[in-house]
């Protein structure tokens, strides 16, 4: 089997739309470019990569490929190609490493319906959504998180024929977007839609780690992924993120993973975590103001350290077409 120690999905750095959402309404959104901003943010994931591979920790299970090969799978937005440019910046003159770069259209964002109506009417539709929920609630001219959910379904099909393969690539990078990210997670390790609607949306620029058991054949996922029920920044803290990495709520799945390299990893990335705190604050307040109003964000279904664990994670090459 040639299924990746590693998989790594990584949301674009930030883009023009993310601080101004006027450009939406002029600019196609697959046109959309990075700002100054996002660009440093995603040289430096590159520059975080690159020490990753490098980790004397850095695990392969298989024989027939390098340890320090690399498969990026990218959308073909512009804001994820000039992600995945700058990271391979990173990455492409360290001794040893090798790389791919594939280019996936079933990767883009959800579709928000063509150049964006003014102000006024998106914020009635965001408030629509807030109230009919997030996963099932259709953009007008455009999708759902579930028509997300059915393009991720087959793209990981893809994915499961490609890692029979026993020279895939040692680590798989997916450059991306937020919802297509957590998304991905979802059909992963089978969460429900109301543990999907529980999350926040990721920093632009962290790495979300999945680890690969050896003896299972199953992945952990690595990262603590931020929740509307989250009251203060304890999810920040790297302890927090180590304790979530550990196998302490999974049973009889075989010895506990060595995880230094992970640890070194998310070291690396502490400022791309807090990139977002200040932004975070807005959110959060039309969250809470949503709440105050009796509208629905979640289902108040609050998402479980389980749900996270390889327990889920029960994608077998077996069953796979």
Known sequence: ?????YILIIRHGESEGNC???VNSYTPNHLVPLTT???YQSLE?????AKFVQHQAMKDSSSKRSRKSIMFYTSPYLRTRQTCNNIIEGIKDEPGIEYRVQEETRMREQDFGNFQK???EMEQIWEERAHYGHFFYRIPHGESAADVYDRVATFNETLYRQFKSEDFPNILVLVTHGIWSRVFLMKWFKWTYEEFESLKNIPHCQYLIMKKDVKTQKYHLKTKLRTWEDTD?????????????????C????????????????EAQKNAINSTKSKDKKIEETYRNLRARGLSINGDSKFKVDNQSVQNSMESLVQSP
């Not at 089997?1 to 120690?5: A, F, I, L």
């Not at 994931?45 to 990569?49: I, R």
């Not at 049973?251 to 998310?266: C, H, Q, R, T, Y």
Request: a negative charge; zero cysteines; hydrophobic letters at 30%.
């Open 37 to 39: 901003k996002g660009h």
């Open 251 to 266: 049973k009889n799945i075989g010895e506990e993973l060595d995880d230094s390299e992970i640890d070194a990893l998310v």
């Open 1 to 5: 089997m040639g299924k990746p120690t």
């Open 20 to 22: 101004d959402k006027s």
């Open 45 to 49: 994931a590159g520059k975080a990569l």
């Open 233 to 249: 920044d304890s999810w920040m803290q790297h302890e927090v993120v180590k304790e979530f990495g550990d196998e302490l709520d």
């Open 118 to 120: 003014s102000k006024e």
